[in-house]
Nanobody, 116 residues
Framework: QVQLAESGGGLVQPGESLTLSCAGT????????MGWYRQAPGKEREFVAS??????YYADPVKGRFTISRDDPKNTVRLQMNSLVPEDTALYYC???????????WGQGTQVTVSS
């Protein structure tokens, strides 16, 4: 079955960088659109970034600071996060979806905390 495992979260200071990784197993990775979402305490889960065959989307709050990339031979998607601010503090989830009419799969999440 589809399994997603995030890693790379941690505690950083404002202005610093962090790279999240997500390893996918149990599915044809290259045929899925991969994405990152986040959920801050007391808030709903929100979209961060996604990458498909040739399309990349970013949420407005992270444009210019975050970069999503994928390595299909390694079944991995990454999220490079620069110039982090306290508002980026959240549990970050990796997602996989083959199409908009297909189920969306989630990892367990990795915590990112930005604090001085």
């Amino acid at each position: 079955q589809v399994q997603l495992a995030e890693s790379g979260g941690g505690l950083v200071q404002p202005g610093e960088s962090l790279t999240l990784s997500c390893a996918g197993t149990g599915f044809s990775f290259s045929t899925y659109a991969m994405g990152w979402y986040r959920q801050a305490p007391g808030k709903e889960r929100e979209f961060v970034a996604s990458i498909g065959y040739s399309t990349i989307y970013y949420a407005d709050p992270v444009k210019g600071r975050f970069t999503i990339s994928r390595d299909d031979p390694k079944n991995t998607v990454r999220l490079q996060m620069n110039s982090l601010v306290p508002e980026d503090t959240a549990l970050y989830y990796c997602s996989a979806r083959q199409s908009t009419s297909s189920p969306q799969y989630w990892g367990q999440g990795t915590q990112v905390t930005v604090s001085s």
